[in-house]
């Protein structure tokens, strides 16, 4: 089964950027939807941005579009998240996962209902 685990995270003061990284392996299907999530203390996971690798179709929160930015590297099974312009309220646990996915990125690729494959998480924290 497919497994994705998460690297890169670390401290960062604000307007700093950091890239993410979720490398994956034990593919079960030709194309996947991989999707970064965060938790911060007390709130709910909620979906930061998606890719498809079928087409590289993507989709972002609000809240990071024109910070974030979300790509693959299919020779390294990797999906990166780079992150600039990083906020305080950016800090969070960050977690990437997969699920078989055959069309184009959706909405649908933001809800953490739609992943049954989740990393461990890594810690992201923007302070000064």
């Known amino acids: 089964q497919l497994q994705v685990a998460e690297s890169g995270g670390g401290l960062v003061q604000p307007g700093g950027s950091l890239r993410l990284s979720c490398k994956a392996s034990?593919?079960?299907?030709?194309?996947?939807?991989i999707g970064w999530f965060r938790q911060a203390p007390g709130k709910e996971r909620e979906g930061v941005s998606c890719?498809?690798?079928?087409?590289?179709?993507?989709y972002y929160a609000d809240s990071v579009k024109g910070r974030f930015t979300i790509s693959r590297d299919n020779a390294r099974n990797t999906v990166y998240l780079q992150m600039n312009s990083l906020k305080p309220e950016d800090t969070a646990v960050y977690y990437c996962?997969?699920?078989?996915?055959?069309?184009?990125?959706?909405?649908?690729?933001?809800?953490?209902?739609?992943?049954?494959?989740w990393g461990q998480g890594t810690q992201v924290s923007v302070s000064s």
């Open positions: 034990g593919f079960t299907a030709n194309f996947y939807a």
């Open positions: 996962a997969g699920q078989p996915w055959f069309g184009s990125m959706n909405v649908r690729g933001l809800d953490k209902r739609t992943y049954s494959y």
């Open positions: 890719i498809s690798t079928r087409d590289r179709t993507t």
